[in-house]
C-alpha cells in the first residue's frame, strides 16, 4: 500500500513538474515567419456595394471578381494570450458594373502592395492543459497542448494600389480619379492556427480591410457610392516557430553575436 502512495506522488510531482516546465515552452518559440497567399475582393465605387444592408459586402461577394493575394509575415508572441504581427501583401482586385443594381457599363482593374501590423488576442490559445489522462510523446513525456487556437485581430497599415479602367469605361461623372493613390487601411479579422510540430504551424485568417480614403480602385464617390473603399483576405500560410534565446531574441542573433546560449 505505502508503495502505491509513493508511486502515485511521485507520477503526480511528474505531471506537475512537466506542466510547469510546459507553461514557459513558449518563451522558447517567441518568434515565427510564415508564407501563403488565398483570395481577394475589393469593394469600390464600381461592382458590387459593400455597407450595412450586405454585411459590408459579405453578402455581394462574386468568384468573378476574386483574384490572388500573396502574402508574408513575421510574428512575435507576447504571452500565451497576445502575439504581435507584420504582413507584407500583394494582391490584386477587380469589379465591373455587369450584374448590379448599378449598372453603368462601367469596370476597373486594381493591383495593390499592403504593409500593416496586427495585434492578435487568443481566445482559444495553446495553453497547456492538465487532463486526467496525459497524453504522452514518443519520448515519454506529457504532451498536453491544443493543437488548435483561435484569435482575432486589429492594427493599421499602409496600402498603395494602382489602378486602370477597362478601355471606353472611364467614368467622366466621377467626383475624381487617381491611377495611382495611397491609403490608411484598419484591418481586423479572426483566424486560426494548426500546430504540426514544435516548429511549423498551419494559419488561416480572415481579415477586412477598411481604406480611410476612397481612392483603392481609382475612382472616389461616384453616385451611389456612400462609402470609402474596402477589401478582405482570407490568406492560408505556413509558418515557422524560431527558437529564442534566454535574453528572448532570436536564436541566430544571439550566435552571431557570440552570446547565444539555451
Known amino acids: 500500500m505505502l508503495f502505491k502512495y509513493i508511486l502515485a506522488i511521485s507520477f503526480l510531482s511528474m505531471v506537475l513538474a512537466t506542466q510547469n516546465a510546459d507553461a514557459q515552452r513558449w518563451k522558447l518559440m517567441r518568434y515565427h515567419v510564415g508564407a501563403g497567399f488565398g483570395p481577394s475582393q475589393v469593394f469600390g465605387d464600381i461592382g458590387g456595394t459593400a455597407d450595412e444592408n450586405n454585411w459590408y459586402g459579405l453578402k455581394d461577394l462574386s468568384f468573378d471578381e476574386t483574384s490572388l493575394a500573396y502574402h508574408i509575415n513575421a510574428g512575435f508572441k507576447i504571452d500565451n494570450r497576445f502575439a504581435v504581427k507584420s504582413n507584407l501583401t500583394y494582391a490584386s482586385g477587380k469589379g465591373s458594373d455587369a450584374g448590379t443594381p448599378n449598372e453603368r457599363g462601367r469596370s476597373y482593374k486594381v493591383k495593390f502592395i499592403e504593409f500593416s501590423g496586427q495585434t492578435e488576442y487568443y481566445f482559444l490559445s495553446e495553453d497547456p492543459r492538465l487532463r ?39 467614368m467622366p461623372d466621377a467626383d475624381s480619379y487617381k491611377e495611382t493613390n495611397l491609403a490608411p487601411v484598419i484591418p481586423f479579422g479572426v483566424g486560426v492556427k494548426y500546430v504540426i510540430d514544435k516548429r511549423w504551424f498551419i494559419g488561416a485568417e480572415f481579415g477586412y480591410r477598411w481604406a480611410l480614403n476612397d481612392y483603392i480602385e481609382g475612382y472616389s464617390q461616384v453616385k451611389g457610392s456612400k462609402h470609402n473603399d474596402m477589401y478582405y483576405f482570407l490568406l492560408v500560410t505556413a509558418n515557422y516557430r524560431i527558437k529564442s534565446s534566454r535574453r528572448g531574441l532570436p536564436s541566430f542573433m544571439d550566435r552571431k553575436f557570440g552570446r547565444y546560449s539555451l
Open 132 to 170: 486526467s489522462a496525459a497524453v504522452f510523446d514518443r519520448k515519454g513525456m506529457i504532451n498536453n497542448f491544443s493543437t488548435l487556437s483561435a484569435y482575432g485581430f486589429a492594427g493599421l497599415g499602409l496600402t498603395y494600389s494602382m489602378a486602370s479602367h477597362e478601355k471606353g469605361t472611364y
